[in-house]
């Protein structure tokens, strides 16, 4: 039985991120999509909010945890050994580079793995998203319908 971990903030969750875990759910047994609590990055939602947004976008799909704390003691804690992370572009390989390796480090039974988007995601990111939607851009096909509306309920738009 091979169960894979697919971390990450997922402030909220988007189609990009719904391809990956859609990905490696067909590759392994188990995949669990852990939504990160990280004190030190203030997020647009809270832990439960991204919580429930994951979880009502994958309930044809895996299980949804979060965590707390160091990723590699949440891997031992699941009984996994394989991170999977997203690759949109160039640069998202250098940053993506160190924590692998930094996760290396630290538990070095652990392996990560890729899983590279698909063109037509490769230019979504959370951030982006609530950036274009704050200013009035229409990314309704960009994020799964809950997501849409908790974003209509969470940032006003502004007065342009
Ligand atoms: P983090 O804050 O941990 O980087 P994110 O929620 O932004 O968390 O992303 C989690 C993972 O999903 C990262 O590996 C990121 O590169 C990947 N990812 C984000 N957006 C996309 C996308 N559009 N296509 C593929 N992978 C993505």
Redesign the pocket.
Known sequence: MIRAV??????P?????I??SERAAALFDELIVAV?V?PE?RSTFSEEERQIMAREALVHLPKVKYFNGLLVDFMRQQQSRII?????ALS?FE??FQLAQMNRQLAPEIETF?????AK???????AIKDAFQFGGAVRDMVPPGVYRRLRERIPPRNL
């Open positions: 697919y971390p990450g903030s997922f402030d969750i988007t189609n990009g991120h391809y990956i990160l990280n990055k999977i992370r997203g690759l949109r998202d940053y993506e890729f899983i590279v988007t698909d995601y490769s230019y979504l990111s959370s951030r």
